[in-house]
Nanobody, 123 residues
Framework: QVQLVESGGGLVQPGGSLRLSCAAS????????MGWYRQAPGKERELVAD???????NYADFVKGRFTISRDNAKNTVYLQMNSLKPEDTAVYYC?????????????????WGQGTQVTVSS
């Protein structure tokens, strides 16, 4: 029903920046929440940031002031601008979307994950 294409990951030096993109396509009525999660080796997957279709933001404490999430509703795309990157930010970053398949849905019936994109922060 939903396909996600993630891009923007790569290798960057400490203090550098990357911009992740996640474009959604397929059959759906709305994508109410789009967000980014990450999973480092040996750790659980954790929320980085998400954003609603109304523009409300939610950030993990460890990225506040460094990362900015945004979305282009016309393009069904969510972005994560990552500045002042640290080695601790090294992880696989996953796009997640939650929404409605059809307009009459009472609850979110879309909860879909991208394949992940590697972010490595190293000298």
């Amino acid at each position: 029903q939903v396909q996600l294409v993630e891009s923007g990951g790569g290798l960057v030096q400490p203090g550098g920046s990357l911009r992740l993109s996640c474009a959604a396509s397929g059959s759906f009525f709305s994508l109410n929440v789009m967000g980014w999660y990450r999973q480092a080796p040996g750790k659980e997957r954790e929320l980085v940031a998400d954003i609603t279709d109304g523009g409300s933001h939610n950030y993990a404490d460890f990225v506040k002031g460094r990362f900015t999430i945004s979305r282009d509703n016309a393009k069904n795309t969510v972005y994560l601008q990552m500045n002042s990157l640290k080695p601790e930010d090294t992880a696989v970053y996953y796009c997640n979307v939650r929404g409605l398949r059809v307009a009459i849905s009472m609850n979110y019936d879309i909860d879909h994950w991208g394949q992940g994109t590697q972010v490595t922060v190293s000298s």
